[in-house]
């Protein structure tokens, strides 16, 4: 039977103040850890009233493994193990636990064999068609729901204007602040509709950085007035509507704070966020164990005592828990721990009193999907009679898919009678294919979505297809990252269909668009370094 939560006006009088400042702290728990590393969360929630947690798959999550060394191990019960510790940990607790997970794309984002939806730069190729996107929301929230995640620390509301960016990229809507803020609210009211918290992020904005704020400290030298016309425009205008919560990225800002990174400077929190923008809902830090901040305050506890001091209310993924409490309690005043505690109590009763909430019958995943894809293909044709010459003509059917079910590639061989040829694994038949071809469709599936290493291309592969667009008359669908273009050094007369996702439901319509049996009704919603930018 799960614990009640009283509501705020009991619950000020009945905690203690350490209990109190407790409830402020999010720690990370992992699906795959270990009984004796469970115990000890288990033991840290009853001792010291732990008020959150926050789900990752396992400590080879990218979320702790920065460098990418350790092997994430698959579960294929992971979801089931998710339940069992959620119940375990409420088990444990003395105040009803709020569990929250990094869910911007689904639940698949930290588990296995989940329902995945497309990331936010496909969803921002999306034109008038916001009504998607909230369909995406409720899923999400839906999904969260059931498996008993309250929160999901999404979406991301920060402006993709640095192609370089290695942690926001794919996860924003795009470059284009009004349609950031407009796509993020759709996002945040399909999620409201199922009763699921959110969390707007990563103030004041991520955006425009080259830096991960994993590893180290980025800096965003810009003034208040050019922040306010750009990266904090969203972030403003869904304050202005309302949101749960706001997550403060790891990020310098020398023109606000000379001194301090945002997520230690009352000026940026208080000053900024609180006063100027007269937001009065919950902040919560992004993760404190990133090294952006973590490095600069070796002492454990004083991060999250200085975090706090700053006017942060939630506390994520702290490391040191006991000392942090210790030194709150230590150094702050009752009022200011009165502050915080309320707004995350509120936030409690929000999702814990409410009786359960009437959701319309909502699309299946796979059905949202193939609707998506339907809605986003974006065509980039520097030579559109190039692509009809290539339609009628006998063409050479290459893939870029290693480890990849290539479902557009078999459609292709299957009504065109053109042999599919893999250039992960067949590069010397394909070379000599090559002679007697002029006319090539080749299908990119990029092996990372991330920008690191060339998304994860062969230096030799890379030159090889950059050589092939430079000789040959290629038509180019690419399921993945729009960014990805920029390396492919494109020629002024290259044709492109971005695709953005690799699901089966997106191949099928990629498979389909080539066919001329859809339209394409998508448009970038990035800038790119290539000649349409």
């Known amino acids: 039977m799960p614990k009640k939560i009283v509501p705020y006006s009991i619950a000020q009088y009945e905690l203690s103040l350490q209990e109190k400042v407790g409830q402020l702290f999010m720690l990370a728990a992992f699906i795959n850890d270990t009984e004796e590393a469970i115990q000890e969360m288990e033991r840290l929630i009853q001792k010291h009233h732990i008020g959150a947690l926050c789900f990752f798959h396992s400590r080879a999550s990218a979320a702790t493994n920065f460098e990418g060394k350790k092997a994430v191990v698959h579960n294929e019960n992971s979801y089931d193990r998710l339940k069992e510790l959620i119940a375990r940990y409420q088990n444990a607790a003395k105040h009803p636990l709020l569990i929250a997970m990094d869910a911007e794309w689904g639940l698949a984002m930290r588990i296995e064999n989940t329902p995945q939806y497309p990331y936010a730069v496909t969803l921002g190729a999306l034109q008038n068609n916001n009504e998607l996107i909230f369909e995406v929301g409720q899923r999400i929230g839906l999904d969260c729901r059931e498996v008993g995640i309250h929160w999901n620390l999404a979406p991301v509301v920060d402006i993709n204007s640095n192609p370089e960016n290695p942690v926001v990229g794919y996860r924003s809507f795009g470059d284009d602040k009004e349609q950031v803020y407009t796509k993020a609210e759709a996002y945040v009211k399909g999620m409201e509709s199922t009763g699921t918290l959110n969390s707007i992020k990563h103030f004041p904005g991520h955006g425009d950085t080259a830096t991960d704020s994993h590893l180290d400290l980025p800096v965003i030298d810009k003034s208040l007035e050019d922040l306010k016309d750009n990266e904090l425009?969203?972030?403003?205008?869904?304050?202005?509507?309302?949101?749960?919560?706001?997550?403060?990225?790891?990020?310098?800002?020398?023109?606000?704070?000379?001194?301090?990174?945002s997520t230690t400077s009352s000026?940026?929190?208080?000053?900024l966020l609180r006063n100027e923008m007269c937001y009065d809902g919950v902040i919560i830090s992004d993760a404190l164990n990133m090294h952006a901040v973590s490095k600069k305050y070796p002492e454990a506890g004083q991060l999250e005592a200085a975090a706090f001091a700053a006017g942060m209310d939630v506390l994520c993924f702290s490391e040191n828990p006991v000392e942090g409490i210790k030194n709150i309690l230590k150094d702050a005043t009752e009022p200011r721990i009165e502050e915080s505690f309320k707004r995350m109590w509120q936030l409690k009763e929000k999702v814990l009193l409410k009786q359960g909430v009437n959701v319309p019958e909502a699309k299946k995943p796979s059905e949202l999907n193939k609707i998506i894809a339907q809605n986003v293909l974006t065509e980039l044709f520097g030579n559109p009679e190039k692509v009809v010459e290539i339609k009628k003509a006998t063409f050479l059917n290459l893939s870029f898919a290693p480890n990849k079910y290539n479902a557009f590639s078999k459609k292709l061989e299957e009504e065109f009678n053109q042999k599919s040829w893999e250039l992960s694994s067949q590069l010397l038949e394909i070379k000599k294919e090559l002679d007697k071809h002029q006319n090539v469709v080749l299908s990119i599936f990029p092996q990372t979505v991330k920008p690191k290493n060339q998304f994860g291309f062969d230096s030799g592969l890379l030159n090889f297809i950059r050589k092939l667009i430079a000789k040959k008359t290629v038509l180019v669908y690419l399921f993945g990252n729009p960014y990805v273009l920029d390396i492919l050094k494109l020629q002024t007369d290259s044709n492109t269909v971005l695709v953005y996702q690799d699901f089966e439901e997106f191949q099928e319509e990629a498979a389909s668009h080539f066919k001329g049996e859809i339209m394409v009704k998508g448009k970038l919603p990035i800038q790119l370094k290539t000649f349409w930018a």
């Open 233 to 261: 425009y969203p972030f403003q205008k869904l304050i202005e509507k309302g949101v749960d919560s706001v997550m403060v990225g790891h990020l310098s800002l020398p023109q606000l704070d000379a001194k301090e990174p």
């Open 267 to 271: 000026k940026i929190i208080t000053g």
